[in-house]
């Protein structure tokens, strides 16, 4: 794992409670593989589901952020709050409904560097 970039995740979320706690288990798994160093943001963009209560249980943990909205501005504006929280040399976003699978992570990372983007 020694010479990989540091590694960021941003999550924008909005009612994403039935599906939280398994897009978190994937995503810590799938970065843990490929670094020691990765942050994950959680953006609550607004939900009035228990999504901003889980993942502030989630930011009890090092190397998880969570960031609350105080209402809905849309996906764009969760995103540009992550972003601008982020710290990482390559930042993935990934929706917070499954539709986007963190196992893509490697792949991902491979197509950034052999661009160079």
């Keep these: 794992m020694s ?3 540091k590694l960021g995740v941003v999550v924008p979320v909005y009612r994403g409670e039935s599906t939280l ?3 978190h288990r994937r995503l810590t798994a799938a970065l843990a ?4 160093d990765w ?5 609550d963009d ?3 589901d228990r999504s901003w209560a889980i993942v502030e249980a989630f930011a009890t943990a090092p190397r998880v952020t969570a960031l609350r909205l105080i209402r809905n501005y849309g996906e764009h504006v969760a995103i540009t709050a992550g972003l601008d ?3 990482a040399d390559y930042v993935a976003i990934i ?3 499954l539709q986007d699978d963190p196992g893509a992570l490697p792949a991902l990372l491979d197509a950034a560097r052999t661009t160079g983007a």
């Design 3 to 5: 010479g990989v970039a």
């Design 95 to 97: 929706a917070c409904d």
């Design 46 to 48: 607004g939900s009035a």
């Design 33 to 36: 593989a490929l670094t020691d």
């Design 21 to 23: 706690e398994e897009l």
């Design 85 to 87: 929280a982020v710290d």
């Design 39 to 43: 942050q994950i943001v959680y953006v």
